[in-house]
């Protein structure tokens, strides 16, 4: 037991420096804030549970940070340098907490009042849940050539395909027919996107309100 605890460890340490697991991070926590938004607007609980499942790579990036720290500090000008990431680290890992917790109110079964609801939408970027459909222009692009060919700006935050899904996909990630699509961006930018897509929007509810 020890031995797999100590390789984990390890595993935590080596790949990645102080840095790169903060931005590291700060990205994720981005992103499971932005699941959890879609989760919510969509009903959905597919994107609620995808939330829930990055809970552990946050919290093993909050401990490469604060090992790659503690193993740094040799001074009192160290110590004060640590405890600045340390917060840093820390309120970042909250958003991704407070992303959990909204994801929950969707598993939970929990009613929305319609205000809030009303609020959500009207936001200057929203996230939307998009099919890509056969024959569509989207189809066989990379994202990164779907950015460039549709002239508008967005971010593919998780692709469901054969019904697995990918979050964070890279930019040499290809499309495909029937994936399924969830994008953040303005709605001028997802309305064009849609239309790439063949109209493919779906608002794909798994529980009824």
């Not at 990055?54 to 000008?77: G, P, T, Y």
């Not at 970042?92 to 917790?101: D, F, Q």
Request: hydrophobic fraction near 45%.
């Amino acid at each position: 037991m020890q031995l797999a605890k100590l390789r984990r460890l390890e595993g935590i340490i080596q790949p990645k420096s102080v840095k790169d697991s903060l931005k590291d991070l700060i990205n994720l926590s981005s992103l499971m804030l932005d699941l959890a938004y879609a989760s919510i607007i969509h009903d959905n609980e597919e994107l609620a549970k995808q939330v829930l499942d990055l809970e552990q790579s946050v919290n093993d990036l909050k401990k490469s940070v604060i090992i790659h720290m503690s193993l740094a500090v040799r001074s009192l000008n160290d110590a004060e340098k640590a405890v600045s990431v340390f917060k840093i680290a820390d309120a970042t890992s909250m958003v991704a907490y407070e992303a959990i917790e909204i994801a929950k109110i969707v598993l939970k079964k929990m009613k929305i009042h319609s205000k809030i609801e009303e609020g959500l939408m009207k936001t200057n970027e929203s996230v939307s849940i998009i099919q890509v459909m056969k024959g569509s222009r989207l189809e066989g692009l990379t994202i990164e050539n779907a950015l460039i060919t549709s002239g508008v700006g967005f971010d593919v935050i998780g692709v469901k395909r054969d019904g697995r899904w990918l979050i964070n996909p890279r930019e040499d990630f290809e499309l495909k027919a029937d994936d399924i699509l969830v994008v953040r961006g303005t709605m001028d930018a997802l309305t064009c996107l849609k239309s790439y897509a063949g109209g493919g929007t779906v608002v794909n509810t798994s529980r009824n309100r």
